[in-house]
């Protein structure tokens, strides 16, 4: 446990937050920095940013020079990059470059997850790493001490739009319980119907894709899904 934490603690301050990073994926891509600046414009926390490399995962999006044009028009944003790709030491440094600020590898495309975390936490951005549906949330054990986020995947990565799987909520439960600090996202198939187990299994980064950029009102959504996780995390830290 940090000093930082321990403070946190005993003022009952909660040592996480809730935060929604809409997924872009399914919005218009013909116009990347105008969806984003709305979703952001709308209450977005941050923005989830999806690359896949056709290797790692059956389908392709962007890489980084899509990345710094987009860091161009939006200065300011947190970026959270989700790395669906094979051979995710290689885009560290770029990525860094092009104004990325959290870069979450997918501990099933690495031999070497402890050296890429320090890579990582050395070029200057958030450590985080990703769990595919079928791998134990225990391949993280011994890595939490240089992480700063773990993503736990609610739908196999590749595609937005898929159903949420519930029983992954066991693993987010598991990080929750021993590590009451630690920044714990899920990602696919999250929104209005799904938020409630997100949140009481103890997730504080929600990402959502489908449910928030084809609402009618993503602003209401967003708010919602936020004011849900709050809520949790106040009743969680101050019992
Ligand atoms: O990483 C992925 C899919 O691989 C996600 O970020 C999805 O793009 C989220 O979209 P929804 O499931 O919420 O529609
Ligand atoms: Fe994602």
Redesign the pocket.
């Known amino acids: 446990m940090t000093f930082n934490l321990i403070n946190r603690v005993r003022m009952s301050v909660p040592p996480i937050s809730a935060m929604i990073g809409p997924?872009i994926?399914?919005s218009d891509l013909s116009d990347l920095a105008g969806s984003s600046q709305k979703l952001l414009d709308q209450g977005a926390d941050y923005l989830?940013l999806?690359v896949?490399d056709g290797h790692f995962?059956p389908n392709l999006t962007f890489g980084h020079p899509v990345v710094q044009c987009l860091r161009q028009k939006i200065p300011r944003a947190f970026f959270d990059m989700?790395m669906?790709v094979a051979e995710p030491e290689k885009w560290v440094g770029d990525m860094k470059k092009a104004g990325a600020d959290q870069y979450t590898f997918h501990i099933e495309a690495t031999q070497a997850p402890l050296e890429l975390c320090r890579q990582i936490k050395e070029s200057g951005m958030r450590v985080g790493i990703g769990i595919k549906p079928g791998t134990s949330v225990h391949t993280v054990d011994d890595l939490i001490e240089e992480a700063d986020m773990v993503l736990i995947?609610t739908?196999e990565?590749?595609?937005?739009?898929?159903s949420f799987m519930a029983e992954m909520m066991e693993k987010v439960s598991y990080l929750r319980t021993n590590h009451p600090g630690l920044d714990i996202e899920v990602?696919?198939?999250?929104?209005p119907k799904t938020i409630d187990q997100c949140a009481q299994a103890g997730a504080n980064m929600i990402?959502?894709?489908?449910?928030v950029v084809k609402a009618e009102n993503p602003q209401e959504v967003m708010n919602s899904l936020r004011k849900t996780v709050h809520q949790e995390i106040v009743a969680r830290y101050s019992a």
Not at 187 to 191: K, L, Q, Y
Not at 207 to 211: E, F, Q
């Open positions: 997924s994926l399914n989830h999806d896949m995962v989700h669906m995947m739908v990565p590749g595609f937005g739009g898929q990602d696919g198939g999250v929104g990402v959502s894709g489908t449910a």
